[in-house]
């Protein structure tokens, strides 16, 4: 943390090279989730590209009292919401590579794994955009209720409102659909 504000403090000061630093602490997770909300490798790195120079840009606005990482999604979500608004973004489906949700364990276990993983990736799919971004950045980026409220600027009770809906939503599918998901545990 304290690494991060010495890079902020460098390209504010016109260290442009300490950029760097901070794309490539960001640029993995950050693509992973516009991914999920693109649902298209190419788009969303064209995203991730424009939103680390629109963090450039605005770098100057961060006030440096909150968490860096939530005021870099911020600006990256918006970005991303801002183009789906322009272009009226349709979502493409992509196969989820084998193996990268998953943990080595029995050819069983990973084939569930593998399984629920796309199937709960095209359910995701099917919510409405707002619930969609709420849902990942909740149990993909793991962020509290708070940061994600900071980060698409709606109220604490507006997150909780649109996370049980969507899941709401997510179980009547499943249950329409006449399955469930397997209960399977992490790999640690």
């Given at each position: 943390?304290?690494?991060?504000?010495?890079?902020?403090?460098?390209?504010?000061?016109?260290?442009?090279?300490?950029?760097?630093?901070?794309?490539?602490?960001?640029?993995?997770?950050?693509y992973a989730t516009i991914l999920r909300m693109t649902k298209n490798?190419?788009?969303?790195?064209?995203?991730?590209?424009?939103?680390?120079?629109?963090?450039?840009?605005?770098?100057?606005?961060?006030?440096?009292?909150?968490?860096?990482?939530?005021?870099?999604?911020?600006?990256?979500?918006?970005?991303?919401?801002?183009?789906?608004?322009?272009?009226?973004?349709?979502?493409?489906?992509?196969?989820?590579?084998?193996?990268?949700?998953?943990?080595?364990?029995?050819?069983?276990?990973?084939?569930?794994?593998?399984?629920?993983?796309?199937?709960?990736?095209?359910?995701?799919?099917?919510?409405?955009?707002?619930?969609?971004?709420?849902?990942?950045?909740?149990?993909?980026?793991?962020?509290?209720?708070?940061?994600?409220?900071?980060?698409?600027?709606?109220?604490?009770?507006?997150?909780?409102?649109?996370?049980?809906?969507?899941?709401?939503?997510?179980?009547?599918?499943?249950?329409?659909?006449?399955?469930?998901?397997?209960?399977?545990?992490?790999?640690?």
């Amino acid at each position: 943390m304290q690494e991060e504000q010495q890079w902020i403090r460098d390209v504010l000061a016109g260290d442009k090279q300490s950029y760097a630093h901070i794309i490539n602490k960001y640029k993995n997770p950050l693509y992973a989730t516009i991914l999920r909300m693109t649902k298209n490798p190419h788009d969303a790195q064209d995203l991730v590209q424009e939103a680390f120079i629109k963090v450039y840009e605005q770098l100057g606005k961060y006030d440096q009292t909150g968490s860096f990482s939530s005021w870099l999604y911020r600006v990256a979500i918006n970005h991303c919401m801002d183009e789906f608004r322009k272009k009226r973004y349709k979502m493409k489906q992509i196969e989820i590579e084998e193996g990268t949700m998953i943990c080595a364990d029995t050819p069983e276990l990973l084939f569930f794994k593998n399984e629920e993983s796309r199937r709960l990736e095209r359910l995701i799919a099917t919510l409405p955009e707002d619930e969609r971004v709420i849902i990942l950045l909740r149990y993909v980026n793991e962020l509290s209720y708070q940061e994600i409220g900071d980060l698409v600027d709606v109220s604490l009770a507006t997150v909780r409102n649109k996370l049980h809906r969507a899941k709401k939503k997510l179980r009547e599918i499943v249950k329409r659909e006449g399955g469930n998901f397997h209960e399977v545990s992490d790999c640690r």
